[in-house]
């Protein structure tokens, strides 16, 4: 489990979160964007109490998105603030033409989200559980997590993404580096900050193996220290998982004094207080 946070940010007051930016209407494949698929993610954001959401579908699944039913879903809910946006990975087969659709359609879209989910074979995301975790077998964990945050930072570099997703994620099946990463985790939040990007506290992480927050403590005390901004996430792939563990998030939140968040509409983004 993570370390406790460092305790001059330690705070009795939490907060009602309001905004979940990391979701899969499609799930894992090509489905059409139609009012049948959607409005039940309207529906189950009403009842989380969420007033901002963002659908994020993988890039390899672009030809399913339709701008205009997410139009006649905004019209339908005016309660909700819906944002359109994607979630660009380095999927080496499909993502090239993953960047070529989302510069095409950059003004229609209101988020992008960066992530890595490849390493060193094209056909299997490392994060896929339980099969990804035999990528790291007998590897060197230290030169892993330097090449997955060598990846990180050549997605934040494309100019096409406004907040990278689960930071480290590559710790997902349980494994841990040596002590001499600490530097290169503060280059990359440095690199982060100076491409002007918000990151991700993602609530995935405790549906996973690691049963943890993405990111870790230490990451999440290095970006408050840097400056950067957060967005809060479920990286739902079910409309029922939107706001998963949110009450915890909100505690996560206070204890480390954060109290803002930040929403995006056509890549603006915004602070909101908490």
Known sequence: MEPSVTANRLSTKTYQLFSDYHSHPQGHRVQWYTQALLQPWADSARRSGLTDIAFTDHDRYHAGIDFDEIDRLRERNPDLRIRAG????NDPIHSAAGRNWIEKHW???DFVL???????RADQMFDSVPDGAAQFEGRSIDAIYAD??????EIAATGLVD???HLDLIKIHGHRPGTGTGSLLSE????IHAQNLAIELSTAGWRKPVNELYPGDRIIELAIDKGISFTTASDAHSHAQLGDNFRSLAQKMAN???RRVCIFEKHNRIQVPL
């Open 114 to 120: 960066g992530s890595v989910h490849f390493l060193t």
């Open 188 to 191: 990359t939040l440095d690199f």
């Open 256 to 258: 480390f004094g954060i």
């Open 148 to 153: 997955y945050f060598r990846r990180v930072r």
């Open 107 to 109: 003004d229609k879209l």
């Open 163 to 165: 907040c990278l997703a």
């Open 86 to 89: 994607i979630e660009l990975d």
